[in-house]
């Protein structure tokens, strides 16, 4: 199982990004899929998750400001993400959950947000 994230780079606060994550190689169906977020010397964090019915979930500090879709017929999940803040700076991990409760992580992308 593999999943490919990609979209991250440098960006000036107000701005905007897309991250996309393709998981491959699975022989099941992924119930839930996510981003996460990791800066330096913190947590790794809930940015947003999506279920396999549409259901919607997101860190209040990116509420209004990113947006999380998902393609079930591609295996692919999207992070809209505007009017960044530097404090959105982080590496962003993909995360895809089967119904079985088998987790997979993306290697994470690289979102730096400075002027």
């Known amino acids: 199982v593999q999943l490919q994230a990609s979209g991250g780079g440098l960006v000036q606060p107000g701005g905007s990004l897309k991250l996309s994550c393709l998981v491959s190689?699975?022989?099941?169906?992924?119930?839930?899929m996510g981003w996460y977020r990791q800066a330096p010397g913190k947590k790794r964090e809930l940015v947003a998750t999506?279920?396999?019915?549409?259901?919607?979930n997101y860190a209040d500090s990116v509420k209004g400001r990113f947006t999380i879709s998902r393609d079930i017929a591609k295996n692919t999940v999207a992070l809209q993400m505007n009017s960044l803040k530097p404090e959105d700076t982080s590496v962003y991990y993909c995360?895809?959950?089967?119904?079985?409760?088998?987790?997979?992580w993306g290697k994470g992308t690289l979102v730096t947000v400075s002027s």
């Open positions: 995360k895809a959950e089967s119904w079985s409760g088998l987790v997979y």
């Open positions: 190689g699975t022989g099941f169906s992924i119930n839930v």
């Open positions: 999506i279920t396999n019915v549409g259901a919607i």
